[in-house]
């Protein structure tokens, strides 16, 4: 309906591409944009992590060990001083405190965390890329 009035085609075309898309990985799946606040998730942070680098093996350890750990909304390996990027949802202050004190800090390899809140949030949608129809 609406997407193939976007891109002038009528719907027939417009799904066969959809899904082409959806074959070929570009188009990965559909997700609802819930608003972190309205479901209880007050704490947005930003944490940086390094880790001591022993071996391939502790590195594997640590990122399934962090893919494990439900608050964990997003998971980079970064450049800078730093080995990763943690993007974190918690209730509250006390329950980042809790899962920074008994999970992050405890993961195999860790040597520093650092912690950023966002304080005010003005374009956050990763499903926004900016990509032409």
């Given at each position: 309906?609406?997407?193939?009035?976007?891109?002038?085609?009528s719907?027939?075309?417009?799904?066969?591409?959809?899904k082409?898309?959806?074959d070929?990985?570009?188009i990965?799946?559909?997700?609802a944009?819930?608003?972190?606040?309205a479901?209880?998730?007050?704490?947005?942070a930003f944490?940086?992590v390094?880790?001591?680098?022993?071996?391939?093996?502790s590195?594997?350890?640590?990122e399934e060990?962090v893919?494990?750990?439900?608050e964990?909304v997003?998971?980079?390996g970064?450049?800078?001083?730093?080995?990763f990027?943690?993007?974190i949802?918690?209730r509250?202050l006390?329950?980042?405190s809790?899962?920074?004190q008994?999970?992050?800090h405890r993961?195999?390899?860790?040597?520093?965390?650092?912690?950023?809140?966002?304080l005010?949030?003005f374009?956050?949608?990763?499903?926004?890329?900016p990509?032409?129809?």
């Amino acid at each position: 309906g609406e997407l193939a009035q976007r891109v002038n085609l009528s719907q027939s075309p417009s799904w066969r591409r959809i899904k082409h898309l959806e074959d070929e990985g570009v188009i990965t799946g559909y997700h609802a944009a819930l608003d972190r606040r309205a479901v209880g998730f007050g704490v947005l942070a930003f944490v940086m992590v390094a880790i001591d680098h022993q071996n391939e093996a502790s590195s594997l350890s640590f990122e399934e060990a962090v893919c494990a750990i439900p608050e964990v909304v997003m998971f980079h390996g970064i450049s800078g001083p730093e080995d990763f990027l943690l993007v974190i949802v918690a209730r509250d202050l006390d329950a980042y405190s809790e899962l920074l004190q008994h999970k992050l800090h405890r993961l195999p390899g860790v040597r520093q965390v650092h912690t950023h809140f966002s304080l005010q949030e003005f374009k956050g949608r990763i499903g926004g890329l900016p990509v032409p129809l």
